[in-house]
């Protein structure tokens, strides 16, 4: 089945550190969503993408759309401790609906 | 004022029992999910239902059953529990129809530990 690839699979870094994420995957998708997960919570949406090309920010976070359409990128500025946490890329090719692999980021103070 | 809900958080079994997690969102939404996260954070769906109508059902035992009395609610019946259920379980929920149909709110979900 569809499989969407994270990397880096992990990442520790500085605090104030700016940190990039990728996700690919092997269908097309006409949809990117980034969703942050802290320990013992669910997902929460991050960052929605409709459109190839797009570049979209929330705060410190800036997503793209890749132009293939089978990739997308995640970056944050200026990393901050809470913003330790899993990041999942997600979308649906067709009807259904995946979620990446995972990047862990951790930020040290 | 919670949007998505679930209960219980925890839930700790003796295999071979019968189990059932609870799911209501708030949120005025058509569509209602169910996920399984493993150890490894791994998220996959397993159900999904649009108007109490199942839409996705991905490959999983029929042990798994899950109930949808009305949109705001759909509920997961797990029969006969074996030690690989163990994992965290996440409801969500999503609007529908637009291009907002796939943006998924989550529950805090249900860490189910069999033993």
């Known amino acids: 089945g569809q499989q969407l690839n994270q990397s880096p699979q992990s990442m520790f870094i500085q605090e104030g550190e700016d940190v990039s994420m990728n996700c690919t995957s092997s269908s097309i998708f006409n949809t990117w969503l980034w969703y942050k997960q802290d320990p013992g919570e669910g997902p929460v949406l991050l960052i929605a993408?409709?459109?190839?090309?797009e570049l979209t920010s929330n705060g410190r976070l800036t997503a793209q759309f890749g132009i293939t359409r089978k990739d997308s990128f995640l970056n944050i500025s200026a990393s901050i401790p809470s913003d330790v946490g899993i990041y999942f890329c997600a979308g649906p090719p067709g009807n259904q609906f995946y979620f990446g692999t995972g990047t862990s980021l951790t930020v040290i103070p | 004022d919670t949007a998505v809900s679930q209960t219980p958080k925890y839930l700790v079994t003796q295999m071979g029992n019968d189990k059932s997690i609870k799911c209501e969102q708030n949120?005025?939404?058509?569509?209602m999910y169910w996920y399984k996260q493993d150890s490894k954070k791994f998220l996959k769906i397993m159900f999904s239902y649009n108007n109490k109508e199942l839409i996705i059902n991905e490959t999983v035992p029929n042990r798994f059953s899950p109930k949808s009395p009305d949109k705001a609610h759909l509920n997961l019946h797990i029969n006969s529990l074996e030690l690989g259920d163990s994992a965290v379980y996440f409801c969500?929920?999503?609007?529908?129809?637009?291009?907002?149909?796939?943006?998924?709110?989550f529950g805090p979900g249900t860490r189910l530990t069999v033993l």
């Open positions: 969500a929920s999503s609007p529908s129809p637009g291009r907002e149909r796939n943006t998924q709110y």
């Open positions: 993408l409709y459109k190839a090309g």
């Open positions: 949120l005025g939404h058509d569509t």
